[in-house]
C-alpha cells in the first residue's frame, strides 16, 4: 500500500482516470498520518531495556524509517516516553515530572517486564508493580529484555492507534483544561498525596485485624 492510497478515505470514489492526479482524505487521516511519521521519544532510558533500545536506534534496526530517530534531550520538544527498564520508587516522580512537561498529544510505552508489572523485583521494597499504576499507557511490550525486533513491533502498534484516533474525542483537543498527574512524594513508601485519607484508612484496618488475631493466638494459647 503507497502513503497515497493510506491518506485516501474509502468513502468517496475517484474516477479512473483523475486518480493519479486527485486524493480525497479527511483531516483526520491527514493530520493522524504526519503525527504518526513523525515520533519524537525523549532521550530517557531506566536500565537493561534502555540498552536495547538503544539498539534500535543504531544502524542495524534503524527506527528511523518510522520517522523517530529524533530523540529529544528536552520533554518539552517530545511526545513519546519510553518507559525502558525497571521503575524504583525513587525514579517514580521524576518520571512523572518528565511526563507532565511533554506537549499534548503524548504518549507512554511500557518496555520490558519490570516496566510493565515490576519483573522479577515486583515484591522488592524499592520497586514499583507497573508504571501503570501511576502514567497512562498506550503500549505494553512484554519481554525481559524485549528484543529490538519487539521495541519495533510496539512502535508499529503505537503507530496503528494514532491512526484511529479523531480530532473530535482525543483529550488534548477538548474544552477542559488537562490536569498534570499529581507527583508522588517519598515517605515511608510512595504514594499519590490525593489517595493519602484512603491510605490511612486501609493501614487502621490492618492493624486493626492484626490486633484481632493477636488477640485471639493469645486466647487459644491460654
Known amino acids: 500500500m503507497t502513503e497515497n492510497e493510506s491518506l485516501e478515505s474509502p468513502e ?11 486524493a480525497i482524505t479527511t483531516l483526520d487521516r491527514l493530520y493522524n498520518w504526519s503525527r504518526k511519521s513523525s515520533v519524537w521519544p525523549t532521550m530517557f532510558g531506566l536500565a537493561c531495556c534502555a540498552i536495547e533500545m538503544i539498539a534500535t536506534a543504531a544502524g542495524r534496526y534503524d527506527f528511523a524509517r518510522f520517522g523517530m530517530e529524533v530523540m529529544r534531550p528536552s520533554p518539552r520538544q517530545s511526545d513519546l516516553l519510553i518507559i525502558s527498564g525497571t521503575v524504583t520508587k525513587k525514579m517514580v516522580p521524576n ?14 510505552v511500557s518496555m520490558g517486564a519490570c516496566a510493565n508489572g515490576g ?4 515484591y522488592g521494597y524499592s520497586v514499583v508493580p507497573g508504571i501503570d499504576q ?5 503500549v505494553y511490550i512484554p519481554g ?9 513491533h510496539g512502535l508499529m502498534t503505537l503507530q496503528k492507534k494514532i491512526e484511529k484516533e479523531s480530532l473530535k474525542t482525543v483529550r488534548w483537543y477538548q474544552k477542559d483544561d488537562i490536569p498534570a498527574i499529581p507527583i508522588p512524594e517519598l515517605a515511608e513508601d510512595i504514594y499519590l ?8 484508612q486501609t493501614l487502621k484496618t490492618i492493624e486493626a ?3 484481632a488475631s493477636e488477640s485471639e493466638n493469645q486466647e487459644a494459647a491460654a
Do not use: H
Not at 468517496?12 to 486527485?22: K, M, N, T
Open 134 to 138: 501511576y502514567l497512562p499507557v498506550d
Open 209 to 211: 485485624e492484626k490486633a
Open 12 to 22: 468517496y470514489e475517484i474516477d479512473p482516470e483523475l486518480r493519479g492526479a486527485v
Open 193 to 200: 498525596p490525593e489517595k493519602l485519607p484512603e491510605i490511612q
Open 144 to 152: 525481559c529484555p524485549p528484543t529490538p525486533e519487539a521495541l519495533l
Open 119 to 122: 519483573g522479577p523485583f515486583k
Open 95 to 108: 518520571i512523572i515530572r518528565l511526563y507532565n512537561q511533554m506537549p499534548e498529544p503524548k504518549y507512554v
